[in-house]
């Protein structure tokens, strides 16, 4: 049996954003929210030489999102508010969680695998299955790996959010998109 070999996510290098969308007859000049997931930290493990009994685990700091849009200072106020109070409740749930329960993979080429992971991805305080492809490349001391997948906030509880007084309601899916850089540990 091989000797598992550890990753750890490096949040400097990487990137991680979510994307909320607009929706109603506003959608088409409305604001579509993208934030930075600036604090998070996580690991990944598995058999040193191929991707057999990987895990991966994320904690995310949920106050640390930074909006990245242009905005006047009115709306960055605003849809911070709504975000991180009423969409969040980083208060009461500062931390989302990610766990695998079941990665596989496919290895495409000498580094390169194509993944699904199955885990469970608990945000405010409700935990739910998800699961998602990734593109992994192993090298010698570091890791990337990228994708995107979608969540229903409804599904964790969450109401859609409406902004400037109701005129501007949001969907229900948001767009994670990532760009995972890890270092290897020891």
Do not use: C
């Not at 929706?23 to 598995?46: C, D, Q, W, Y």
């Not at 305080?125 to 990228?146: C, E, K």
């Not at 767009?175 to 995972?180: D, E, G, L, N, S």
């Amino acid at each position: 049996m091989e000797a598992q070999v550890r990753f750890v996510f490096d949040p400097k290098a990487s990137q991680f954003t979510a994307h909320a969308f607009a929706s109603g007859l506003v959608a088409v000049v409305a604001h579509n929210p993208k934030f930075a997931i600036r604090e998070f930290s996580g690991e990944a493990t598995f058999a040193a030489g191929t991707l057999e009994r990987a895990t991966v685990k994320m904690k995310i700091k949920s106050p640390s999102l930074h909006l990245l849009d242009e905005v006047s200072e009115y709306d960055r106020t605003e849809i911070q508010r709504v975000t991180f109070e009423e969409v969040l409740n980083t208060k009461a749930f500062p931390d989302i969680l990610f766990e695998s329960i079941q990665v596989r993979a496919n290895k495409i080429s000498d580094n390169l695998y194509a993944t699904s992971i199955q885990g469970n991805l608990t945000l405010r305080g409700v935990t739910r299955p998800l699961g998602f492809p990734a593109q992994v490349v192993v090298g010698d001391d570091s890791l990337r790996g990228y994708g995107d997948f979608t969540i229903r906030q409804t599904e964790f509880g969450i109401e859609t959010a409406s902004i400037a007084g109701g005129t501007l309601k949001m969907k229900d899916e948001v767009k994670i998109a990532f760009f995972i850089i890890a270092r290897k540990e020891g």
